[in-house]
């Protein structure tokens, strides 16, 4: 079988595969090189490769007696460049760790090892996963392979473009404000943020937060169904882990549902939005109708909701990058510093009164799902813009008071504790991508792939991954 017809194959073929003897992890890990070689020059977004490491580990890759759902048989994937990998340099994005080897794997790499999946690079990220376009001091930009004048969002950016190019079947990210999502929506993939404990990640400085969490990113619904069965299960270093379910998420996906009720809004009613992404969305929402369902615009309140974030969101980058900025502020972006700053001169009872706006919201948002089975909205307020954009500063008039504003649509979500995905739903009349976000019920993961798996049947968004870069 050919490199290019290896690199085609979806995730739970190339497993399927694998698990018959049809093709080995050699045979995949070379034709992931091959193509490698070819795509990422014009990228860049997997800086870092550890080929050696991985076919050592193809060699001595034992199958377990009985290996679960989220067995991956030898399946290489990549991983975003905030998480360790034990012997494998882990930057952050950051001159402050260019040299950083990493001693140990982190808890998901761990879980992921231990299904089969072998790590054959690291993927590029903003400095420290902070931001929504993939830049950094030490490897540079990632470019969007639909267009590489445009970003890839970020912060899982270079895991997104892997996934796209064809260059690994699956890759991890990691999802504190719509770091999963918009990358996703912005090169046509498909990107899960899990509930709160889904899929164990550290050990953290701060292990009961419950905002920033991993996820995977896939071609399809149904690869990163697989994917995540291979990330979730209990851990005692990760308080919040939840025990994987007794129903594989891959069966849930395998077996599409219509929601029943749907309300679509094209804002969340908090902030503008592209006119061209709201009606690619609210035309893709209503799409559902097609298969019985009731699609109508109605939304929980989120009002406070971007006021909420940025109080939470400052104070966790006061807990975990607070003593880099004593030690090295000369190595770090302004809107690294900005937050980092914004934190700590926050009150007690500022923080206070997020805590009891999140809780407010929280009970807004189950009100709300009482009455309705999903909450769609676009993944993001804007199509891929360019890459020498740090952010998007405005939509129309509206002009954004900070890096991070402009990612409402994806953050405000986050606050929920709710799963959601992003899923492709068409592209503007440029051809840039654009992703519709379905949030589901809190733990209803499956619920969820499920009837993101029913959109992609009726949707069949096309041109289909994996695709060649493209210049303007």
């Not at 005692?236 to 939840?242: D, G, K, T, Y």
């Not at 890096?403 to 009349?429: E, K, N, Q």
Request: contains cysteine; hydrophobic residues 45%; negative net charge.
């Amino acid at each position: 079988m050919s490199s290019s017809e290896l690199i085609s194959m979806s995730a739970r073929e190339a497993v399927s595969r694998l698990k018959s003897g049809e093709v080995t992890p050699l045979e995949l890990i070379d034709a992931a090189e091959e193509r490698i070689a070819v795509v990422d020059p014009a990228v860049n977004a997997l800086p870092t490769l550890c080929m050696d490491m991985a076919r050592a580990a193809a060699k001595s890759m034992t199958v377990p007696d009985d290996p679960g759902p989220g067995w991956l048989g030898g399946l290489p994937i990549v991983v975003k460049d905030v998480t360790d990998v034990k012997g494998v340099r882990t930057t952050h994005g950051s001159p402050i760790f260019a040299e950083n080897i990493s001693e140990r794997d982190d808890i998901s790499v761990e879980v992921l090892k231990r299904n089969g999946a072998i790590v054959i690079g690291k993927s590029n990220t903003p400095e420290f996963a902070a931001g929504a376009n993939t830049f950094n001091e030490v490897f540079g930009k990632t470019l969007n392979p639909w267009n590489t004048d445009m970003t890839c969002g970020g912060s899982s950016g270079g895991a997104a473009v892997a996934v796209a190019t064809g260059m690994s079947w699956l890759a991890t990210g990691t999802d504190l404000g719509g770091s999963l999502r918009t990358p996703a929506s912005f090169c046509s993939v498909v990107g899960l943020r899990p509930s709160p404990g889904r899929v164990a990640a550290g050990p953290q400085r701060d292990p009961f937060q419950s905002l920033s969490m991993n996820g995977p990113i896939a071609r399809n619904v149904l690869d990163v169904a697989l994917m995540l069965d291979a990330e979730v299960g209990g851990d005692a270093r990760f308080p919040l882990a939840l025990e994987a379910p007794l129903r594989s998420f891959q069966e849930a996906a395998l077996n599409p549902l219509t929601p029943p009720r749907i309300g679509f809004t094209p804002d969340l009613g908090i902030g503008p939005v592209d006119p061209e992404v709201a009606e690619i969305c609210r035309a893709g929402a209503t799409r559902f109708a097609e298969a019985g369902a009731i699609v109508e615009e109605s939304t929980p309140d989120f009002s406070g909701a971007l006021d909420t974030f940025q109080t939470l969101r400052a104070s966790a980058f006061v807990v975990n990058r607070a003593p880099l900025l004593e030690k090295h502020r000369d190595k770090m972006k302004p809107e690294m510093i900005w937050n980092i700053e914004k934190g700590m001169a926050q009150s007690s009872g500022d923080l206070s009164i997020a805590l009891r706006e999140r809780g407010a919201l929280y009970q807004r948002v189950a009100a709300w799902f009482e009455d309705y089975d999903v909450l769609a909205c676009p993944a993001a307020i804007v199509p891929p813009f360019d890459v020498d954009m740090r952010y998007v500063e405005r939509v129309g008039a509206y002009e954004f008071a900070n890096y991070v504003d402009w990612l409402y649509i994806t953050f405000a979500i986050t606050l929920t504790g709710c799963p959601a995905i992003s899923v492709p739903i068409g592209f503007t009349a440029s051809g840039l991508p654009v992703g519709l976000q379905l949030v589901g019920r809190p733990r209803s993961e499956a619920e969820l792939l499920s009837f993101a798996a029913r959109l992609e049947e009726i949707v069949d968004v096309s041109p289909v991954a994996p695709i060649d870069p493209r210049s303007a």
